[in-house]
């Protein structure tokens, strides 16, 4: 016990923002001296940028080209793009190849997708005041005098909404137009271009874009002339290859001349050697393979920001295992004496702030209530094992984990896959990188993820290999190929839907999904329980239902040229990745979300125990409870929420929690057989709890009207009153292990910094990673803090009942302790936040 | 009887307990105590009877409490109830606690039965197994109840967890080394060498437990033992009264000793039960505690 810990100690995050600083130290900071200074130029204007040069040049080509085959369309597209526009050289930056303004950060529109309703979203955009966009008056007079007529027709958004059945349509979309939605079963595939990403960076960078599109001119001339189908699909497709890699070599060549021209005028001549460096570069990757660590940076940049070109997947395409790939070229530097380790970090500055400076513009409803705070996703993957099996950790995790952790940028992600081997030196690594209390890493499981995707019949070496992308999802580079963005339920409101016959508060008396009886006439838990498996499986089956269909609209409007170029199957297949079809020798892994999960679990706990079993309520006081959102019936709303819960290992809750799993499972199952398409169900709600909680009514948890619903697969705010071991448990036991219809579940943990304070500190959370990792969950991340959020639970302590904190010597529940005492650690909080104390 | 059907009283189990010995632990909190320390910071746990807990701050004032009561032992007047506590006997089924629509009202104390026990503290084995940690017996003192104790830490031995406990050392000596017997590592306290001060501030005098101590340290001279002082502002705050502790402790090669400081994070637990906090305002400025924390590693450091 370290008894002089009397006041709250700080993360590292904590105190950094306290002195004003960044998170390294001053001996570490020397190497990111490059970093603050473009950091301060990059963010000094923090509204991002609309930058419609993208929109503007790929509609000016696709109106060429209408009535071609899509895929070569898109790839003359961005040919087109690469002649036209800017190039952009930054000041100070090592990396080139960003894709839209220097003047910070910015975004790109794609009006292939929400064209129809583009302009009214920039507008309404413009003046959303937690995440406002800058574009300029001239900008978007372009883009609604340009772009949107052209698109009006065939944009994917509108295309989409027209396809869905009428009597549908009430399912998904609040209105006729489809421009807000209604979160009962959410679809994403109208404000992103494609599901979660990463391309085989290690291919380009090996093998080089000069080598690929060889490759496909052998094969058309290897065509039979006397196959039309081949000479028409094929041929077609192998073209749009060979044009894409023209395309992406043409982009390069054009910022070797830019970097070249700046070297003949620079003055400093430090900058004029990078400058020659960047232009000798660019002329090599990604052409031909790279030849140093720096190209191959290079090279995978180049291709990670052009794919952002091709299609609006930009804010989650992942980086892939960083640490795998660019390992051989790291360690042939090394040796040869070209390359520090403080180089090593200055490049991935100057990658993280690249990544960091583009923006996922929230235009579309959706993705402004979901997606908040300009969103993105694009993991960097450290750790896990190599393809045979062995330890994969290396000195490049390492550096990569050291970055991390003295970079103040929320992007990009940082996931760090754990086994059964890990080393206990990166363990520790990881556990220091996430007290520095920013979030990072997040955790995936080897142990879960690589037998559960071997059931679902993925090749053990590619599944050994795969890589963090999206939230928490995963992908095997050349093995995916489902790019279909999914669709999300609304398990909270499948209980109210049972509740009320059928019926939706917010959609009023009339009947919404399909009724299910008066539950005042059930005599049983039982009764109550299978109308609720209707219920949800009515919505599972709708959900299904569009999704099937979004997979079609999509092969008859995207086609990906690049990622095809470097995807093996789809390469070999002359198969577009959006294709709706199955391309041989791939799995399609897709999800279906289930969201509000745990307010679902503790409503269905709350009915069986006070209604069924307890009987010390009968329904009919509880739906005029609910209805009346608990005004006049706190006692009601009380004794509810002192039920059963999800998050603390009570099996009373938790074998509800699993059967809810199994039930929508048994629905996944089935369409698997039919489709051969996995879509599994999924528990990662990112921040769509809060608009998918908004539409719904009380519910028997004691959760008020509108109030979010739970996120992921954690507990009911605030309900997981055991601990952050029951959590785990409790997300152990409400797995159904039973089938492998099961895809990620997010699990967020908070611990305050003096929960994890020290070396004893760091060796309680590196076990604490250990017994995850043991128990087979997916992933798992933290928040490490304190400052604010205890100034937030004084004021609302129902919420922040679970909030831990190191008071003196020992930790404690804050809510639980006198106000007095909350008042006299937060002020020794504010004492610190100004730079005063300690 | 059986070690499984022993039962006794506690008032809380918690788990993810991070600072009573190696590793992730399940916290067991016994209730009952031979000792009325005045600093008490878990005065909940000194009565070996289950007590009603009354939190002003919950209560919405309605009265029902009052009319629920079958012992008539909540009083309510002028908006607010009254707890006679000489008729209260709170048990799981009080209709108090139950209907109680703010929360107002809860129970310290419940009675389980060893076999109860050991599978909750079973629950987190993945965790102990992957930190070194297990389970403590804390409280209250665990020896208050030798039979139940005793039992817990059979169970736990033959489930293979790792036990520790957290003892005032005011037990028999017999059961002082059955437990010590079924334990791999012990914390004790020793809060001042002075037996008539020991016993105006404890209850209590300091004989039986350095006794005890100097027992179980010749038994079983291999069980790490760690020795606890806490620094209590107008009773053990000053050099004379560490430097005693330290010296006594050092005599014994291998046991640790930690001082830990007196803080105030108990005092709404007395208001809960219907008692005032002992130490009134008094505290310890920090840099006292520090001062006496390097007395007595200084003497520490020369027993090494």
């Known amino acids: 016990?370290?008894?002089?810990?009397?006041?709250?100690?700080?993360?590292?995050?904590?105190?950094?923002?306290?002195?004003?600083?960044?998170?390294?130290?001053?001996?570490?900071?020397?190497?990111?001296?490059?970093?603050?200074?473009?950091?301060?130029?990059?963010?000094?204007?923090?509204?991002?940028?609309?930058?419609?040069?993208?929109?503007?040049?790929?509609?000016?080509?696709?109106?060429?080209?209408?009535?071609?085959?899509?895929?070569?369309?898109?790839?003359?597209?961005?040919?087109?793009?690469?002649?036209?526009?800017?190039?952009?050289?930054?000041?100070?930056?090592?990396?080139?190849?960003?894709?839209?303004?220097?003047?910070?950060?910015?975004?790109?529109?794609?009006?292939?997708?929400?064209?129809?309703?583009?302009?009214?979203?920039?507008?309404?955009?413009?003046?959303?005041?937690?995440?406002?966009?800058?574009?300029?008056?001239?900008?978007?007079?372009?883009?609604?005098?340009?772009?949107?007529?052209?698109?009006?027709?065939?944009?994917?958004?509108?295309?989409?909404?027209?396809?869905?059945?009428?009597?549908?349509?009430?399912?998904?979309?609040?209105?006729?137009?489809?421009?807000?939605?209604?979160?009962?079963?959410?679809?994403?595939?109208?404000?992103?271009?494609?599901?979660?990403?990463?391309?085989?960076?290690?291919?380009?960078?090996?093998?080089?874009?000069?080598?690929?599109?060889?490759?496909?001119?052998?094969?058309?001339?290897?065509?039979?002339?006397?196959?039309?189908?081949?000479?028409?699909?094929?041929?077609?497709?192998?073209?749009?290859?060979?044009?894409?890699?023209?395309?992406?070599?043409?982009?390069?060549?054009?910022?070797?001349?830019?970097?070249?021209?700046?070297?003949?005028?620079?003055?400093?001549?430090?900058?004029?050697?990078?400058?020659?460096?960047?232009?000798?570069?660019?002329?090599?990757?990604?052409?031909?393979?790279?030849?140093?660590?720096?190209?191959?940076?290079?090279?995978?940049?180049?291709?990670?920001?052009?794919?952002?070109?091709?299609?609006?997947?930009?804010?989650?395409?992942?980086?892939?295992?960083?640490?795998?790939?660019?390992?051989?070229?790291?360690?042939?530097?090394?040796?040869?004496?070209?390359?520090?380790?403080?180089?090593?970090?200055?490049?991935?500055?100057?990658?993280?702030?690249?990544?960091?400076?583009?923006?996922?513009?929230?235009?579309?409803?959706?993705?402004?209530?979901?997606?908040?705070?300009?969103?993105?996703?694009?993991?960097?993957?450290?750790?896990?094992?190599?393809?045979?099996?062995?330890?994969?950790?290396?000195?490049?995790?390492?550096?990569?984990?050291?970055?991390?952790?003295?970079?103040?940028?929320?992007?990009?992600?940082?996931?760090?896959?754990?086994?059964?081997?890990?080393?206990?030196?990166?363990?520790?690594?990881?556990?220091?990188?996430?007290?520095?209390?920013?979030?990072?890493?997040?955790?995936?499981?080897?142990?879960?993820?690589?037998?559960?995707?071997?059931?679902?019949?993925?090749?053990?070496?590619?599944?050994?290999?795969?890589?963090?992308?999206?939230?928490?999802?995963?992908?095997?580079?050349?093995?995916?190929?489902?790019?279909?963005?999914?669709?999300?339920?609304?398990?909270?409101?499948?209980?109210?839907?049972?509740?009320?016959?059928?019926?939706?508060?917010?959609?009023?008396?009339?009947?919404?999904?399909?009724?299910?009886?008066?539950?005042?006439?059930?005599?049983?838990?039982?009764?109550?329980?299978?109308?609720?498996?209707?219920?949800?499986?009515?919505?599972?089956?709708?959900?299904?239902?569009?999704?099937?269909?979004?997979?079609?609209?999509?092969?008859?409007?995207?086609?990906?040229?690049?990622?095809?170029?470097?995807?093996?199957?789809?390469?070999?297949?002359?198969?577009?990745?959006?294709?709706?079809?199955?391309?041989?020798?791939?799995?399609?892994?897709?999800?279906?979300?289930?969201?509000?999960?745990?307010?679902?679990?503790?409503?269905?706990?709350?009915?069986?125990q006070f209604v069924f079993d307890e009987k010390v309520l009968i329904m009919r006081e509880l739906l005029d409870a609910l209805e009346c959102n608990f005004e006049g019936k706190e006692h009601i709303r009380r004794m509810l929420r002192s039920g059963h819960c999800y998050g603390n290992n009570d099996p009373y809750a938790d074998s509800i929690g699993r059967d809810i799993e199994a039930t929508c499972q048994e629905i996944l199952s089935r369409n698997f057989e039919h489709t051969g398409v996995h879509l599994d169900l999924r528990m990662v709600s990112i921040t769509a709890n809060i608009p998918f909680g908004r539409v719904l009514a009380a519910s028997p948890n004691g959760r008020l009207a509108g109030m979010p619903v739970s996120d992921g697969s954690s507990a009911s705010q605030g309900m997981d009153v055991n601990g952050p071991t029951a959590v785990l448990l409790s997300n152990f036991h409400t797995k159904n292990w039973a089938s492998t219809a099961r895809a990620a579940r997010l699990l967020n943990i908070k611990f305050t910094p003096g929960a994890v304070e020290g070396d004893e500190g760091t060796r309680r959370l590196v076990s604490f990673f250990r017994a995850f990792c043991d128990l087979k969950l997916w992933h798992v991340q933290f928040n490490v803090i304190n400052q604010k959020t205890l100034l937030a639970a004084q004021k609302d302590p129902q919420k922040y009942r679970n909030l831990m904190v190191r008071v003196a010597g020992y930790s404690a529940y804050f809510v639980e302790l006198s106000t007095a005492l909350q008042n006299d650690i937060i002020s020794r909080n504010a004492h610190n936040e100004f730079g005063a104390a300690r | 009887m059986t070690d499984e059907k022993t039962s006794g009283l506690i008032f809380n189990v918690q788990k993810f307990s991070v600072h009573d010995g190696e590793g992730i632990r399940t916290l067991v909190f016994f209730k009952g105590c031979p000792l009325r320390c005045r600093w008490c910071s878990n005065p909940e746990s000194q009565n070996a009877v289950p007590e009603l807990s009354y939190s002003v701050q919950d209560c919405l004032h309605c009265g029902t409490c009052a009319k629920v009561c079958t012992r008539g032992a909540i009083r309510f007047t002028d908006g607010t109830p009254v707890v006679q506590r000489q008729l209260c006997r709170p048990e799981p089924g009080c209709l108090c606690t139950r209907t109680c629509p703010g929360g107002a009202l809860g129970i310290y104390g419940k009675t389980v039965t060893a076999g109860e026990l050991l599978r909750q503290l079973l629950e987190d084995q993945v965790f102990y197994v992957r930190s070194g940690g297990g389970v403590t017996l804390g409280g209250g003192e665990p020896l208050h109840q030798p039979d139940f104790a005793l039992a817990v830490l059979r169970l736990a031995r033959r489930a293979r967890l790792m036990t520790n406990i957290e003892t005032c050392g005011q037990t028999s000596v017999e059961t002082m080394l059955s437990a010590a017997a079924l334990l791999d590592t012990m914390f004790m306290d020793i809060k001042c060498m002075d037996p008539d001060k020991h016993r105006a501030w404890t209850g209590v005098s300091n004989e039986r437990i350095l006794e005890n101590f100097v027992r179980v340290r010749e038994a079983f001279p291999r069980l790490p033992i760690t020795i606890r002082t806490p620094v209590i502002p107008g009773f053990n705050d000053n050099a004379g009264d560490i430097e005693a502790i330290a010296r006594f402790v050092r005599r014994f090669s291998g046991v640790r000793h930690e001082l830990l400081p007196y803080h105030r994070y108990g005092e709404q637990k007395y208001l809960r039960i219907g008692r005032r906090p002992g130490m009134g305002e008094a505290s310890l400025p920090e840099e006292t505690f520090a001062t006496l924390r390097e007395v007595a590693e200084k003497l520490h450091d020369d027993q090494l």
């Open chain 1, 1 to 608: 016990m370290d008894a002089s810990s009397s006041a709250v100690s700080y993360s590292p995050q904590e105190k950094a923002i306290a002195s004003g600083s960044y998170i390294g130290n001053s001996e570490e900071s020397a190497c990111h001296a490059r970093f603050q200074n473009m950091f301060r130029r990059c963010f000094k204007n923090m509204v991002p940028y609309v930058d419609v040069k993208r929109a503007k040049y790929f509609t000016e080509s696709m109106k060429e080209t209408e009535g071609q085959p899509l895929v070569l369309r898109y790839a003359l597209a961005m040919k087109h793009l690469a002649e036209k526009l800017p190039v952009y050289i930054e000041e100070g930056q090592l990396l080139v190849g960003r894709v839209g303004t220097d003047k910070g950060r910015y975004g790109l529109l794609y009006p292939e997708i929400i064209g129809d309703i583009m302009g009214e979203g920039l507008d309404a955009a413009k003046n959303n005041l937690s995440a406002p966009l800058h574009i300029d008056d001239d900008d978007l007079r372009f883009v609604k005098e340009n772009i949107v007529p052209y698109w009006q027709d065939k944009a994917f958004h509108k295309k989409l909404i027209q396809s869905v059945p009428v009597e549908m349509r009430k399912f998904t979309y609040a209105t006729a137009d489809g421009s807000v939605p209604r979160p009962y079963v959410g679809e994403q595939a109208s404000m992103n271009g494609c599901l979660q990403w990463v391309p085989d960076y290690e291919k380009i960078i090996r093998k080089g874009a000069a080598a690929i599109r060889a490759e496909a001119e052998v094969r058309i001339a290897a065509l039979d002339r006397n196959n039309a189908r081949d000479m028409w699909e094929k041929q077609f497709f192998l073209k749009a290859m060979m044009t894409i890699c023209d395309a992406i070599i043409l982009w390069a060549r054009r910022h070797a001349e830019q970097a070249r021209r700046l070297a003949a005028v620079e003055k400093d001549p430090v900058r004029r050697a990078e400058l020659e460096t960047i232009a000798e570069n660019c002329s090599r990757v990604p052409e031909l393979p790279a030849g140093t660590f720096h190209q191959a940076m290079q090279s995978m940049w180049f291709v990670q920001s052009f794919v952002r070109l091709e299609r609006c997947v930009g804010f989650m395409l992942g980086n892939g295992r960083l640490d795998q790939y660019l390992y051989p070229y790291y360690k042939a530097d090394r040796e040869a004496g070209r390359l520090t380790d403080d180089q090593v970090m200055e490049l991935l500055d100057c990658l993280w702030l690249q990544e960091a400076q583009f923006v996922n513009l929230p235009i579309s409803a959706q993705s402004a209530t979901q997606h908040e705070g300009y969103a993105h996703w694009e993991a960097v993957t450290v750790g896990g094992q190599t393809r045979d099996g062995q330890d994969a950790t290396n000195e490049l995790s390492y550096l990569i984990l050291r970055s991390r952790r003295e970079c103040p940028l929320q992007q990009p992600d940082l996931a760090a896959r754990i086994h059964a081997r890990s080393p206990e030196a990166f363990l520790w690594a990881v556990a220091e990188t996430v007290k520095v209390g920013q979030g990072f890493p997040k955790i995936y499981n080897d142990e879960e993820i690589i037998p559960l995707h071997l059931a679902k019949g993925a090749p053990l070496l590619d599944i050994m290999d795969y890589c963090a992308s999206g939230c928490t999802e995963i992908r095997m580079p050349n093995v995916d190929s489902y790019t279909s963005p999914c669709t999300q339920t609304n398990c909270t409101a499948a209980v109210e839907t049972t509740l009320f016959n059928g019926r939706l508060k917010s959609f009023g008396e009339e009947l919404f999904s399909v009724e299910t009886g008066d539950p005042c006439s059930f005599r049983t838990w039982e009764e109550f329980w299978g109308a609720f498996r209707t219920q949800l499986q009515f919505m599972m089956r709708y959900a299904l239902f569009l999704q099937y269909q979004i997979q079609q609209m999509r092969g008859q409007t995207y086609a990906a040229p690049l990622e095809d170029a470097l995807h093996d199957k789809a390469f070999a297949a002359c198969m577009d990745l959006d294709t709706p079809l199955s391309i041989p020798g791939t799995l399609d892994l897709g999800f279906v979300e289930c969201i509000g999960f745990a307010t679902a679990v503790d409503s269905l706990a709350a009915v069986k």
